[in-house]
């Protein structure tokens, strides 16, 4: 009987760490095979009192015209990618369904439709940040926003419809250090 409870102690214990090392490594295969994009933000700064201050990213990318029309449909998206010759994300097709094509896609929620107009919401909008310039990284991403000659965006990583978000840039710059600059100048 002691055997037996030490061995599905011992299941417990490896299941307890093989899951959350699955999840670490399925979101490091993305950030390393995954393809990279570029997607314009529009920030704000809120607080989640169990994982921490983010940056919740509102991006410029957020519908589609199409042909057909998506007036009452609500659900996910798939959202198939290109880059423009800037190299920021562009929205090359999005259907109700997979497509069996060979393109880097992003399932994302819709909502709110009207005729031929697709709306949606990317699913990485938030990015976890240091509590302690999280502040800093919202006046930052703000005055950059308002800032004509300045660009924010944030690089997300897609691979088999699942999408990481890297980081997020002021003028190719990570925001860690792009507000230790502005810290050093206050």
């Known amino acids: 009987m002691r055997k037996l409870l030490t061995i599905a102690l011992f299941i417990i214990f490896a299941a307890q760490l093989l899951v959350p090392a699955q999840m670490i490594h399925q979101q490091e295969n993305i950030l390393i095979k995954g393809t990279s994009y570029k997607f314009k933000t529009r920030p704000i700064d809120p607080t989640d009192p169990f994982r921490g201050k983010y940056i919740t990213l509102n991006y410029e990318l957020n519908s589609f015209q199409t042909d057909e029309d998506w007036s009452n449909y609500s659900g996910n ?10 190299g920021f994300a562009m ?15 992003i399932i994302a929620k819709s909502n709110y439709n009207y005729g031929k107009t697709v709306q949606f919401n990317l699913p990485f909008n938030r990015f976890y940040m240091n509590e302690y310039k999280a502040y800093d990284a919202e006046i930052s991403v703000r005055t950059a926003q308002r800032d004509t000659t300045k660009i924010c965006y944030g690089l997300v990583y897609v691979k088999d419809g699942t999408a990481v978000l890297d980081n997020v840039f002021i003028d190719d710059i990570p925001i860690q250090k792009f507000v230790n600059e502005f810290q050093d100048l206050n």
């Open 77 to 86: 998206v798939f959202v198939y990618l290109t880059t423009d010759a800037e």
């Open 91 to 105: 929205v090359k097709r999005v259907s109700k369904t997979p497509l069996d094509f060979d393109e880097d896609y």
